[in-house]
């Protein structure tokens, strides 16, 4: 069975902290994407990864940054939350879009900035 | 700007009613479009549809792509309360690697 896991499925921190928020897939893929989810607004795309260190900004980049130093691993960090990063953070991965198949989402994680 | 637009945003039916969910999109270099369920948790997958007039069925859910005028359907017959769930429709473009999501329809089935 596919598995895309995060670390948490929820967090609270304080305003100012650096958050971690890391992803694992175990199926090998190329690609993986994190987006957030907000009510009204849906999935909305931060970064992604097409390989091992390659990091490409999304619609939203702004107050995040990531990691890929390992093909099944992505991580996102928020060098320093906010209230209005407050959101579920939802990691992917597929396969290389030539091959065209689905993405894969891991459980979200719920964040909240306090 | 690539924009994929779901409607309704939201519904409500009874238990046994048939639902139809849409799709509208526009978008560079169109590879393919996805059908995901979302419960309070991780969206799953539904349907990838590449090919227009040509539907995908699983039990009592389909759905059908019309390419020529950038809209897809997905309907659900005979509604259960476990249909509940927000549908999320996404689209692929050959042009990134990323799937652009619409806002997502939310689907409650009332007993």
């Known amino acids: 069975d596919v598995k895309v896991t995060q670390s948490s499925r929820y967090l609270v921190k304080r305003t100012g902290e650096k958050v971690f928020l890391e992803c694992v897939q175990d199926?090998?893929?190329?690609?993986m994407f994190w987006y957030r989810q907000d009510p009204g607004l849906g999935l909305r795309l931060i970064y992604f990864?097409?390989?091992?260190?390659?990091?490409e900004k999304g619609d939203i980049p702004e107050g995040y940054s990531v990691s890929r130093e390992k093909k099944e691993r992505f991580s996102l960090i928020l060098e320093s939350a906010s209230t209005n990063q407050t959101s579920m953070y939802l990691c992917a991965s597929s396969f290389d879009p030539n091959m065209n198949t689905e993405a894969f989402f891991g459980q979200g994680t719920r964040l909240t900035v306090v | 700007e690539d924009k994929v637009v779901q409607s309704p945003l939201s519904l409500v039916v009874h238990e046994g009613d048939t639902v139809t969910l849409n799709c509208s999109y526009e978008v560079t270099n169109f590879r393919s479009l996805l059908w995901y369920k979302q419960e309070k948790k991780a969206p799953t997958f539904l349907f990838m549809l590449?090919?227009?007039?040509i539907e995908k069925k699983s039990g009592r859910l389909s759905s059908i792509l019309d390419k020529k005028e950038l809209f897809s359907i997905l309907n659900i017959t005979a509604t259960q309360t476990g249909d509940s769930a927000v549908y999320l429709c996404a689209v692929a473009t050959n042009s990134g690697y990323a799937l652009n999501f619409g806002k997502g329809t939310s689907l409650l089935v009332t007993p």
């Open positions: 590449t090919s227009s007039g």
């Open positions: 990864s097409y390989d091992v260190k390659m990091k």
């Open positions: 199926m090998d893929h190329e690609n």
